[in-house]
């Protein structure tokens, strides 16, 4: 078969097929790697058919498409160099609307784990982006591990997903643990919030797996590098293991501890007024990962199975300089105490003690000092610094006001203030010039309410003189006659029987009466 036994052998000519019409071809390379099976994947390699594969399909990675053979299978459907779709061999020119950077996903996607792994090493070795290859890496690794997409949610830009009609491929038969443990040290250093989210649901396959602690350990140091670019979905990590709580907050923990460990100056506890607000990242880093710490112990809190010393230690992972305000912190231990109601007056205080009173805001502080979940002396904190910002922002105020009445001089700026310390004093200012204009609409309320309160004693008064003059009238003999309908005649002196044009019956006895009456009176008169 050799050139030894004749020229033009059966060796020679296979190797010359192979050079003009199998590396040339991104279908051919394509299907020549997919027919390498396991079996035969040592011949192969023997050979050099894999490395030669491999470095080919490196090079059209870099190429442009339309210069390297044609036609093409893309996307399913042939293409002409120009980039327009073929039926037949016949030019519809109809133009693919896709990112050209990523039209090799899905071919390389059939590919078994340790074909792919060698490609994408021989593509870093050619210098593909390493966007391009993260990118690979997660179209894969969709395919492959059910679920991800939807934990990680992974959109391959171009459209919906290729399927390669031109030539018979079916899906690698891949062990979704190997797949895992090779993925892992294929991933290119690379930080963004899509990258981080692929990584966190790498994450939880692996605790579904149950994959070796290596896997996890080196998949929560690279998603701790980039805490800050997580969301709080993202973390909110079920709890696949035998434990009571809802989420597992272990994991979390270990992440924030890799986060600070990841940065010197992340992890020396300063104060923040070491740090220049604008001139310094990392402190910006440490702020979004204490926000997003926040807002997961608010979620979590709600667990029942929850201990309070896991708040604790989710809360104190992060340096005391991280918060600017403390107002996460309280809703989180709000929640955790409305849904703990059986925790003692021990137990608050020590969750409490992690919260500097000094540090919440307006809004927190007056629901602070009306919590009634709060224990007493834990109220009788927040009382007592709510009194001392409330003097300091009166005595800020003055400041100001005497400063705008005074000739400005020119103002140097507290080097030793933080931002978050000037926010905070502004804020209480403001409510105190809030709280004097209050008062002086109270003080005008108050004497407009007295004003009016002497114009109802006034009418009260005049009510009363009313009602007297009213009483007098109505016990008058000539105001009863008048209200019941009858007419009163002028009185005479002269005359003591009333006589009337027409007599009746009635009036002549009653006429009759007084006669008798005056009879019966001499009677008795002449006795006596």
């Not at 502080?365 to 979940?373: D, G, I, K, L, V």
């Amino acid at each position: 078969m050799t050139d030894n036994y004749g020229e033009d052998n059966l060796l020679s000519k296979s190797e010359n097929y192979f050079h003009k019409h199998i590396l040339r071809h991104w279908k051919d390379c394509i299907l020549t790697l997919q027919s390498c099976k396991p079996v035969i994947i040592t011949r192969a390699d023997k050979l050099q058919i894999i490395n030669k594969c491999t470095n080919a399909l490196s090079v059209m990675i870099c190429t442009d498409p339309s210069l390297f053979g044609w036609p093409m299978m893309m996307y399913g459907s042939l293409q002409s160099p120009g980039g327009t779709i073929l039926w037949n061999g016949i030019n519809t020119g109809a133009k693919i609307q896709s990112n050209e950077s990523d039209w090799w996903f899905e071919d390389i996607s059939y590919l078994c784990v340790d074909l792919f792994e060698r490609l994408v090493l021989t593509m870093e070795a050619k210098g593909v982006r390493k966007e391009n290859i993260a990118r690979a890496i997660m179209y894969y690794c969709k395919k492959y591990l059910p679920g991800l997409d939807r934990w990680q949610g992974v959109v391959v830009q171009g459209g919906a997903s290729r399927a390669v009609a031109s030539f018979s491929m079916t899906p690698a038969n891949v062990d979704q643990s190997a797949l895992l443990k090779r993925v892992v040290k294929l991933l290119p250093e690379k930080k963004s919030k899509s990258f981080c989210r692929f990584l966190l649901g790498l994450l939880r396959v692996a605790l579904i797996l149950g994959v070796n602690d290596t896997c996890q350990d080196y998949l929560e140091r690279r998603i701790g590098a980039q805490l800050e670019l997580a969301s709080l979905d993202s973390l909110l990590i079920p709890s696949y293991s035998d434990s009571d709580t809802l989420y597992n907050s272990d994991c979390v923990e270990r992440m924030i501890g890799h986060f600070v460990s990841s940065e010197p100056s992340v992890g020396s506890v300063l104060s923040p007024s070491s740090y220049d607000l604008g001139a310094s990242p990392s402190f910006e880093r440490l702020k979004r990962v204490a926000k997003l710490v926040d807002n997961y112990l608010a979620e979590v809190a709600s667990d029942v199975n929850l201990k309070p010393g896991k708040i604790r230690s989710l809360a104190e992972a992060l340096p005391e300089s991280s918060r600017s305000l403390h107002d996460g912190l309280y809703r989180s231990l709000d929640i955790y105490f409305k849904e703990h109601s059986w925790l003692s007056d021990k137990d608050r205080e020590q969750l409490c003690s992690i919260i500097d009173f000094r540090k919440l805001s307006i809004d927190a502080c007056a629901h602070a000092s009306q919590n009634e979940r709060l224990p007493l002396r834990v109220l009788l904190q927040v009382l007592f610094f709510e009194q001392i910002q409330l003097k300091t922002a009166l005595a800020s105020c003055l400041n100001v006001f005497d400063a705008e009445n005074a000739p400005a001089p020119p103002h140097s700026a507290n080097p030793h203030e933080t931002g978050g310390e000037i926010v905070q004093r502004d804020r209480w200012v403001t409510v105190v010039r809030e709280n004097q204009g209050l008062k002086i609409d109270m003080e005008n309320m108050r004497s407009r309410v007295g004003e009016l309160e002497q114009e109802f004693v006034q009418i009260k008064e005049e009510m009363k003189k009313v009602s007297k003059s009213h009483s007098y009238i109505s016990s008058s003999p000539r105001f009863i006659v008048k209200g019941l309908g009858c007419k009163l005649l002028p009185r005479s002196s002269n005359v003591d029987i009333l006589e009337s044009s027409s007599p009746t019956p009635r009036a002549s006895v009653e006429r009759s009466r007084p006669s008798t009456c005056h009879h019966r009176h001499g009677k008795s008169f002449s006795l006596v």
